[in-house]
């Protein structure tokens, strides 16, 4: 057996060596995929991650399975591709989950979502946030929470993610705290959810310099008429979807990562087919933006978006029409994870995560910030029923527990993103993406990054 991809040492750690017994009755874990290509067997483990090509020995007694142990398993059952019978592996994942949290978590915040506004100069008709308070983030708030980081981060790098509302209305507040970190060395990096439509060069400069801005996602819903009509900006002198895509090129110029976002549905379809058209000509190759669709599905956040069975299965397909075309012009963003034991969804989840609204309040969830507040800057947690809520899993389908990418499917029972049942589409997309990212980590080979 050679190994392609390294096991992750955390999770052999906690796993530990299978003992081997000659009187066993070995068996493929279920947890393994098998990927036959050019003549080679490939095994992922998709508990440890690692990444393992056959011999020709090894791979002919994968026919025989299951046997009595045979020393040419050795490695394979060393590895965990191979279980005895009898062995529990489903059991055995919610077993290194409970026992990770538990131990190794550590308390550090090292990463955050910071709101400095919920203003916000555009008007979309299917916003979440429409209905939430409009708050901006005073100077003192700011202040708070740059001694907040600075005393939780533990000696850690930490990251930012820029939200709102339209975060650049709260331009005045990323500069202070952006500043704040930096006289206090505190080593940072920032990524932003914006419309793109309020920078410029001079705010471009300064995200890049004072920020530490390294990706950037922009929402585009349809060609210039419809973009103007749907962002419906208030005060604007000029052509809104020129300005943006103007302010796409200041930023990928300078390095910045722009990820545009597509909103599609089943009615704007041929829409963002044009769309993709015009981005093609306009980025495609370009190594600092890429593209992606998100179809809207119910229960996605947004309002009032409810689809059949038929519509959704529409929607699928036009995804992956679309991610094709996408990818033949190279501008495709390549969302797909190598796949081993997940710990957590998101950062609702995360232990080192923190949401901080711009009156300074904690939350987890994007989706759920108004209800969902659970401590403060000033008062620390003080609702630690919340944040146990959001440690509540869920198994979207019946057949989870034999599903191959099981370990790394990972769903959290309050997300409203989790409300649709796992249809066999889903998985069969889902195994196909995995097959995708195990061939691109074998061209790679070892070299390729994990992390
Ligand atoms: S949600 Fe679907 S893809 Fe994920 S483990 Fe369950 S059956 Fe498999
Ligand atoms: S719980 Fe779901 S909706 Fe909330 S932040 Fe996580 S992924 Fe997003």
């Given at each position: 057996m050679k190994t392609i991809v390294e096991p992750k040492k955390y999770i052999v750690n906690l796993w530990g060596k299978q003992r081997i017994k000659e009187t066993d009755v070995y068996r493929l874990m279920r947890y393994v995929l098998r990927v036959d290509h050019e003549g080679k067997v490939l095994l992922h483990n998709a508990v440890t991650g690692q990444l393992a090509e056959l011999s020709r020995e090894e791979a002919a007694m994968l026919e025989k399975l299951p046997a009595v142990y045979d020393p040419v398993m050795e490695q394979l059952a060393a590895g965990h591709f191979l279980v005895r019978e009898g062995f529990d592996e489903y059991k055995s994942v919610h077993q290194l989950r409970r026992i990770y949290k538990s131990?190794?978590?550590?308390?550090?915040?090292?990463h955050y979502v910071i709101l400095?506004?919920?203003?916000?100069n555009a008007h979309c008709f299917y916003c979440y946030e429409s209905d939430h308070p409009r708050v901006q983030m005073t100077e003192e708030t700011a202040g708070k929470l740059i001694d907040y980081i600075d005393e939780h981060r533990q000696g850690k790098r930490i990251s930012i993610n820029w939200f709102g509302g339209e975060p650049l209305v709260g331009l005045r507040r990323i500069d202070q705290i952006s500043q704040g970190l930096m006289d206090r060395e505190i080593p940072f990096a920032s990524a932003m959810i914006s419309n793109g439509y309020l920078f410029d060069e001079e705010i471009v400069e300064r995200s890049r310099e004072l920020w530490k801005l390294q990706r950037v996602q922009i929402t585009l819903d349809g060609t210039e008429d419809t973009y103007n009509r749907v962002k419906a900006y208030a005060d604007v002198q000029d052509n809104p979807y020129q300005r943006v895509l103007r302010n796409i090129d200041l930023l990928s110029g300078k390095g910045i990562h722009v990820k545009i976002r597509l909103n599609a549905d089943v009615y704007n379809q041929d829409e963002i087919r044009k769309l993709i058209e015009e981005l093609g000509e306009r980025?495609?190759?370009?190594?600092?933006v890429t593209v992606y669709l998100n179809t809207l599905f119910?229960?996605?956040?947004?309002?009032p978006v409810h689809h059949s069975y038929d519509d959704i299965l529409a929607l699928m397909d036009f995804n992956a029409d679309c991610t094709e075309r996408l990818k033949e012009m190279k501008l495709h963003f390549d969302d797909i994870k190598y796949p081993y034991?997940?710990?957590?969804?998101?950062?609702?989840?995360?232990?080192h995560a923190v949401m901080i609204q711009p009156d300074g309040s904690f939350c987890r969830c994007e989706h759920e910030s108004i209800h969902d507040?659970?401590?403060?800057?000033?008062?620390?947690?003080?609702?630690?029923g919340k944040l146990d809520r959001w440690n509540e899993t869920m198994e979207p389908s019946d057949i989870c527990p034999e599903c191959p990418i099981y370990p790394a499917c990972y769903h959290l029972r309050h997300c409203m993103n989790n409300g649709l049942p796992c249809i066999e589409r889903f998985r069969v997309s889902a195994l196909e993406k995995q097959k995708e990212q195990i061939l691109s980590m074998y061209g790679n080979g070892m070299e390729a990054d994990v992390e």
């Open positions: 131990r190794f978590t550590g308390k550090a915040i090292t400095p506004t919920t203003f916000c980025y495609s190759g370009q190594s600092h119910d229960g996605q956040g947004y309002q034991l997940s710990f957590s969804q998101c950062m609702a989840d995360n232990p507040r659970y401590g403060s800057l000033e008062e620390g947690v003080t609702d630690p």
